[in-house]
């Protein structure tokens, strides 16, 4: 019976975890680009 690769399978949960908080990381970043748009939009005086 072969032994268990402990090392490649804790790299394995380490790239795996490394991918989520990449995604994570991303859907704050372009939640944060959606609202600096409409938070310049707020603050710009109306031009007469």
């Known amino acids: 019976m072969a032994k268990p690769?402990?090392?490649f399978e804790k790299r394995q949960r380490e790239i795996a975890k490394k991918?989520?908080?990449d995604?994570?990381?991303a859907?704050?970043?372009a939640a944060r680009?959606?609202?600096k748009p409409a938070d310049a939009v707020r603050e710009t005086p109306?031009?007469?």
């Open 23 to 25: 995604e994570k990381q």
């Open 19 to 21: 991918k989520q908080q």
């Open 5 to 7: 690769n402990y090392s």
């Open 46 to 48: 109306p031009q007469k």
């Open 27 to 29: 859907k704050k970043k």
């Open 33 to 35: 680009e959606a609202a």
